[in-house]
């Protein structure tokens, strides 16, 4: 499952939050986008596989919060939190759930 569109769907974090994903594929890995429509007085974290799960907060942009980090190739998983609401997997990846009773996303980069 490789994510190079762009399709947010709200998460059932707070209301009118909507999450996505995207990679763009380079050399030896990927940059991977990530962004969360979010009201602007709440925190906005991610974290992963990539991360070795500790939190990275987002940066506020005009329309929501966003991160981005080049990843090598290779399977990572990824959740996105609002405030102190659960672990959710961004709108546009498959749910996969984890040990903690939340959920994650799989992202392949080639």
């Given at each position: ?63 929501g919060w966003e991160a981005e980090r080049f ?38 980069i080639p």
């Amino acid at each position: 499952f490789h994510v190079t569109g762009v399709q947010a769907c709200a998460l059932p974090i707070y209301d009118g939050a909507s999450s996505y994903v995207r990679v763009v594929s380079a050399e030896g890995g990927g940059t991977l986008f990530i962004h969360v429509s979010a009201p602007s007085e709440a925190i906005v974290t991610v974290a992963g596989s990539f991360s070795g799960w500790e939190p990275i907060q987002l940066r506020r942009v005009a329309d929501g919060w966003e991160a981005e980090r080049f990843l090598k190739s290779g399977r990572y998983r990824v959740a996105v939190k609002i405030d102190n609401g659960p672990w959710r997997a961004p709108g546009n990846l498959a749910k996969m759930k984890d040990e903690f009773d939340g959920h994650n996303g799989l992202i392949i980069i080639p």
